[in-house]
């Protein structure tokens, strides 16, 4: 090792000895700063542009990202977020006063240069976000003894973690995550007593979990999850971290049960062990966490309830517990959190209902608590701050009406509650919210009808409140919803025509009003719906004939009109449409030929059965009653021949006599 490390340094010397020797000493900021510009700028990018040669000696410390001291000496170069699309040079270690080294997000490819161990008055060295490959070199950071920031975050490193890093007595900030890195988290690593935030989170590693990072009493915050895979559980160990404020362990396949000494860790404020393993009930003595604000539990195996003792926790801002197989009543201390924004409980087997005071915290932004056993009505001031973006309660037993002041609560982009138990009217001003995206109100017991004035709105996106009972007619104003892509009314009982308007949506691609009471025509207008891929307008009392337009729907892949009272031919352009890949024209009053072209013929025969006027290609029975009529009138023809031939002879014969 010691020879090895030698010839590195020998390399080294010499390379620095050429590289001095290529460059005049007293230019060599000003020229180094150029060889880099040209090394680190891609041939595409036009950035760095004010790095241009001069004869001023000082000259370089106007340079976008040059910071000199005052002898013109540059003791930092941060040239972030520029897109340089290009490569280090060698000639960065010339540098040797530099103290702050960030080229962050910065497209940077290749290699890092071992030049750069040259720079051994480094404090801060930023090399985040970019595409730099292979080993990291580990040898380069062995003389900067000062180096406080090591963050390599975010670039395409492989092999082994770098040992070398634990000689760095003053190192407080790691960050290796986001990279390629095996093997495991070396055991040395508990040796870098300053440490105070360590990032090996998404970088691929494997072992039993770390338990000897608990050795690490400076430790601010640990992120050593997400998509490691480790072995074993959360080491009970880690409850002596006094001074830890984030621990994220977060999908690494960790198993076993929360320990109960985490308790201990009265400063942290984030705990992140969502998407593992962990299995058995939720320790009570957890509610020791007394600065927790986001906790993060969701996507695993825990069981029981939800501990009363959680009600202390009086500073959680972010709760989610999704997807376990938690139980019991709805813990009800949750609406008095006066910091709550964000609750996700979705997935679990809650019962009971949701506290009365839920949202009068002014905070809520966000809650999901789909597939419980919830019941009773929505609270009333979830939005009485509003804040409220997403309200999802679907699947549930919810019941009783829709709050009147949601129509007012002008922060939310999605309604979800479908599957439920809900009756009444839904709010007028619901249908007018300007950031709502998506209304989902589907499998209610929801009644009245929507309101005939619409607004103009380029943001609701979805509009499902199918089997329901919602009655009236479909208003034309929904014309106004110029973004609408899914329009959903099926199993209701609205009556009245289809409004001309409707079909002036540009971008729907689902229209449903399949068992209403829909009557009238189909409008020719359905054609300048372009993006259409599924019509089904199914079981209604719609008459007259399908309209040839129909057939420029060139996106549509499903068109369901059975069941109605139509009439006429099915257009023969139909065969062109070769997105059409589910057709239903059954129990119509339908006439003439089936077209024989396109994907007509793998069309099965019950999509139009119920027309017996309607003549398929392939059946038979449809010819002997055109053969019928032919031989009736052929028939017809010969007997009047006949006839007028008798009349003929025996008025010659009279005359004759």
């Known amino acids: 090792m010691r020879t090895t490390t030698s010839r590195v340094a020998a390399y080294l010397r010499i390379s620095l000895f050429l590289l001095i020797s290529s460059v005049g000493y007293a230019d060599s900021y000003l020229d180094v700063l150029m060889k880099l510009k040209s090394s680190m700028v891609g041939p595409n990018s036009s950035a760095l542009q004010d790095w241009e040669p001069s004869s001023s000696p000082s000259a370089h410390c106007s340079f976008a990202g040059v910071t000199c001291d005052q002898n013109s000496r540059v003791v930092s170069l941060n040239v972030s977020f520029r897109p340089l699309f290009g490569t280090i040079p060698p000639e960065i270690g010339l540098l040797n006063n530099l103290v702050n080294l960030t080229i962050s997000n910065a497209n940077l490819t290749g290699r890092l240069p071992l030049q750069m161990a040259n720079l051994k008055s480094l404090k801060v060295l930023n090399i985040s976000g970019n595409g730099f490959q292979d080993y990291f070199p580990g040898q380069i950071v062995v003389g900067m003894t000062e180096l406080e920031v090591l963050d390599a975050f975010n670039n395409n490193f492989t092999g082994p973690l770098p040992v070398e890093i634990v000689s760095l007595k003053n190192l407080k900030h790691l960050s290796f995550g986001g990279n390629y890195f095996s093997g495991e988290i070396p055991e040395s690593y508990s040796e870098i007593q300053s440490l105070e935030y360590l990032g090996l989170n998404g970088i691929g590693l494997n072992g039993t979990a770390p338990l000897f990072l608990s050795l690490l009493k400076n430790l601010r915050e640990m992120y050593i999850g997400y998509f490691n895979t480790y072995t074993g559980g959360i080491p009970p160990e880690f409850g002596t971290l006094s001074k830890l404020r984030v621990l994220d362990m977060a999908s690494c396949n960790i198993s076993g049960e929360i320990p109960a000494s985490l308790s201990q860790l009265k400063l942290l404020d984030a705990l992140f062990l969502q998407m593992n393993k962990l299995t058995g009930h939720i320790h009570p003595e957890l509610s020791g966490l007394i600065s927790l604000k986001q906790l993060d539990l969701s996507l695993n195996c825990l069981t029981g309830e939800v501990p009363e003792s959680f009600s202390a926790l009086k500073n959680l801002t972010l709760v989610q517990l999704f997807k376990n197989n938690l139980r019991g009543p709805f813990p009800s201390f949750v609406g008095d959190y006066p910091n709550l924004e964000v609750l996700q409980v979705w997935g679990n087997n809650f019962t009971g209902e949701l506290p009365e005071n839920l949202g009068r915290n002014r905070k809520l932004l966000l809650l999901d608590v789909t ?30 009406p829709i709050p009147e002041e949601l129509g007012a609560c002008e922060s939310l982009t999605k309604l979800r509650a479908m599957k439920n138990q809900l009756n009444g009217t839904i709010p007028a001003g619901i249908f007018n919210l300007p950031l709502l995206k998506m209304i989902e109100l589907d499998h209610n017991l929801l009644s009245g009808e929507i309101p005939e004035n619409l607004s103009i709105s380029d943001s609701l996106n979805q509009l499902k409140v199918a089997y329901n009972n ?9 014309g106004n919803l110029t973004n609408l892509n899914v329009l959903s009314l099926q199993n209701n009982r609205f009556n009245g025509e289809l409004p001309e308007e409707m079909f002036n949506l540009k971008v729907i691609s689902i229209i449903n009003v399949s068992s209403n009471n829909i009557s009238g025509e189909i409008p020719t207008s359905i054609s300048g719906c372009i993006s259409l891929t599924t019509v089904d307008f199914s079981r209604n009392s719609l008459s007259g004939e399908i309209p040839k337009a129909i057939s420029q729907l060139r996106d549509l892949s499903i068109l369901n009109l059975s069941r109605n009272q139509l009439t006429g031919p099915i257009p023969t352009d139909m065969q062109d449409m070769m997105s059409l890949t589910t057709l239903d024209l059954s129990y119509n009053s339908l006439n003439g030929e089936v077209p024989s072209g396109g994907h007509f013929p793998a069309f099965d025969e019950a999509s139009f059965a119920g027309n017996p006027n309607l003549c398929l290609p392939r059946n038979v029975t449809c010819l002997p009653s055109i053969y019928s009529a032919q031989h009736s009138h052929a028939s017809s023809f010969g007997t009047s021949k006949l006839l007028i031939t008798a009349m003929a002879l025996v008025s010659a014969l009279l005359i004759v006599e």
């Open 371 to 400: 597939s419980n056993q919830i019941e009773g009505k929505i609270p009333h001031d979830l939005c009485k701050g509003g804040r409220l973006k997403s309200l999802i309660l679907m699947q549930n037993l919810f019941s009783g």
């Open 470 to 478: 919602i009655a009236g007619k479909i208003p034309p104003s929904i």
